[in-house]
Nanobody
């Protein structure tokens, strides 16, 4: 049974930080590039960042470059998104995704507000 479970979301003030985690099971995590997406209310789901199989290549949306860092631990079947200098416009549900097999997690809510 394939599972992608996100955690680490919450309410944070502007300028604050959060670290999202994605726990994978039921498939060969180390064989799949992975991505973080987000969807804000009333908006399309958008790619935030992605990472290659071994983690050597990463890509970021322009809106998060320099603030967010994607990483993975293939030994633990985990992916992470370190989010710093958060802005109200980062408020969204964040999803992790297996790019090879198009598996999605259920999402975790991130709210940036004072």
């Amino acid at each position: 049974q394939v599972q992608l479970v996100e955690s680490g979301g919450g309410l944070v003030q502007p300028g604050g930080s959060l670290r999202l985690s994605c726990a994978a099971s039921g498939f060969t995590f180390s064989a799949s590039a992975m991505s973080w997406y987000r969807q804000a209310p009333g908006k399309e789901r958008e790619l935030v960042a992605d990472i290659s199989i071994l983690g050597g290549r990463t890509n970021y949306a322009d809106s998060v470059k320099g603030r967010f860092t994607i990483s993975r631990d293939n030994g633990k079947n985990m992916m992470f998104l370190q989010m710093n200098s958060l802005k109200p416009e980062d408020t969204a549900v964040y999803y992790c995704k297996s790019d090879r097999w198009d598996y999605w997690g259920q999402g975790t809510q991130v709210t940036v507000s004072s």
